[in-house]
């Protein structure tokens, strides 16, 4: 199984970028779908994209469609989200996740905060 560590959140203004990134430790990690999740105060954990393990399908959540960009590289064991034009309403704590071979998310990073500022 793998472990995972999110990093580069932080503070930016509405219309900003971030860039996020997820190191993975462990075998196995270019078995797993790796998704981002996240979950503002006081509401549930939602789904923003993911990855097959293959790196040539990716989903999104319409509400980050056209702004987010989801990538991996299997040989540094990383994936990453590109954030641009950030709005206020993508403020939380973004998580990586990994499915592994297409089961259920199961591994979690620890969550890095993101705020948008308005």
């Known amino acids: 199984q793998i472990q995972l560590v999110e990093s580069g959140g932080g503070l930016v203004q509405a219309g900003g970028s971030l860039r996020l990134s997820c190191a993975a430790s462990g075998r196995a990690f270019s078995f797993y779908t790796m998704g981002w999740f996240r979950q503002a105060s006081g509401k549930e954990r939602e789904f923003v994209t993911d990855i097959a393990w293959t790196g040539d399908r990716t989903s999104y959540a319409d509400s980050v469609k056209g702004r987010f960009t989801i990538s991996r590289d299997n040989a540094k064991n990383t994936v990453s989200l590109q954030m641009n034009s950030l709005k206020p309403e993508d403020t939380g704590v973004y998580f990586c996740?990994?499915?592994?071979?297409?089961?259920?998310?199961?591994?979690w990073g620890q969550g890095t905060q993101v705020t948008v500022s308005s």
């Open positions: 996740g990994g499915s592994f071979r297409g089961r259920a998310y199961a591994v």
